[in-house]
C-alpha cells in the first residue's frame, strides 16, 4: 500500500517550534487535491490539524492551531510543510499527512469537505518541559 511519508517530529520545551514534512503520495496535482495534516493523541479521535489545496493555495486550519501553524507546499520538491510554533503540552501526538480530494466527508475542524487516503505511518512530537 502506497503511504505518504512523514519527518520531523521529535520532543520540544513548551513555546518552541517544530516543522513537519510530508512527501504526499498519491498527490496528481489536479485542482481538487490537498494534502492534510492529522493528529491524534493516546486516547483521543484523530483530528485535522491544517489542510492545503495546493492548486489554489487555500489553506484550512483548526481553531486551536491558528495564529501559531502554517502549513505550506514547496512544489519543487514535491513537499508539504507544517510549521509549528508556540507549542503546547496539548499539541503533543501522533502527526501524520493524507492526500485527499474533494469529496463527501465533512471535517468540521477544518472546514472543508474531503475524502483523505494514502495516510502516513505519522510522526511523534511531544511538548514537554
Known amino acids: 500500500q502506497v503511504q505518504s511519508v512523514e519527518s520531523g517530529g521529535g520532543t520540544v520545551q513548551p513555546g518552541g517550534s517544530l516543522r513537519l514534512s510530508c512527501v504526499p503520495a498519491g498527490y496528481t496535482h489536479a485542482s481538487t487535491d490537498c494534502i492534510g495534516w492529522f493528529r491524534q493523541a493516546p486516547g483521543k479521535e484523530r483530528e485535522g490539524v491544517a489542510a492545503?489545496?495546493?492548486?489554489?493555495?487555500?489553506?484550512y486550519y483548526t481553531d486551536s492551531v491558528k495564529g501559531r501553524f502554517t502549513i505550506s507546499q514547496d512544489n519543487a520538491k514535491n513537499t508539504v510543510y507544517l510549521e509549528m510554533k508556540s507549542l503546547k503540552p496539548e499539541d503533543t501526538a501522533m502527526y501524520y499527512c493524507?492526500?485527499?480530494?474533494?469529496?463527501?466527508?465533512?471535517?468540521?475542524?477544518?472546514?472543508?469537505?474531503?475524502?483523505?487516503?494514502?495516510w502516513g505511518q505519522g510522526t511523534q512530537v511531544t511538548v514537554a518541559s
Open positions: 493524507a492526500t485527499g480530494t474533494v469529496g463527501g466527508r465533512h471535517y468540521r475542524e477544518l472546514g472543508l469537505f474531503a475524502d483523505f487516503g494514502y
Open positions: 492545503i489545496y495546493p492548486g489554489g493555495g487555500s489553506t
